[in-house]
């Protein structure tokens, strides 16, 4: 199922007494921020759209000024938030290649149809990444994502299919 919001941070604290917050990217290219008009802050499980003033850098941390929040005493409010945007608003992504968001909970198998679990999580060992797929027991299996092992991906019939070499599981 496809995510209609995408997190692309968290408030992690505040800079300054002018209503900065530091904002932990969770994306590598920092300048993304930048193409931005405005974001979605999550508190209380609720989304509230915030305008973009200002952004800067600090560190690997990304320094953004909302329209609205001006002093520390406001800011300190959202500290923890994560912060989301539309899908419309997301880049497009090369051929092949997917958004985390709609690869978590996508059930996985074998070539031979065998249920082999549910993506639980991706994470990249500098190589390329690698899916974690765990089944109703909780035995987990390491995928590498690479075009000999992850054969397909349906992202609307919510399906992966995966060739498993010998030595993997």
Do not use: W
């Amino acid at each position: 199922m496809k995510q209609e919001y995408f997190e692309i941070g968290q408030i992690v604290n505040t800079f300054g007494i002018k209503g900065f917050v530091k904002v932990k990217p969770f994306t590598d290219d920092l300048e993304r921020f930048e193409e931005l008009e405005s974001v979605y802050i999550v508190k209380n499980k609720e989304l509230k759209e915030f305008n973009i003033e200002q952004i800067k850098y600090h560190k690997n941390l990304v320094l953004i000024k909302f329209k609205g929040i001006d002093d520390i005493n406001i800011a300190e409010k959202y500290k923890n938030c994560y912060i989301k945007i539309k899908r419309e608003n997301a880049r497009k992504l090369p051929q092949n290649t997917y958004f985390i968001a709609d690869l978590i909970g996508i059930k996985v198998y074998d070539e031979k149809g065998n249920f082999l679990g549910k993506v639980d999580d991706i994470y990249n060992n500098k190589i390329h990444d690698i899916y974690v797929i765990k089944d109703d027991l909780g035995k987990q299996i390491l995928l590498p994502s690479i075009k000999e092992v992850i054969k397909q991906v349906d992202i609307d019939n919510d399906k992966i299919v995966v060739h498993l070499i010998d030595g993997l599981v």
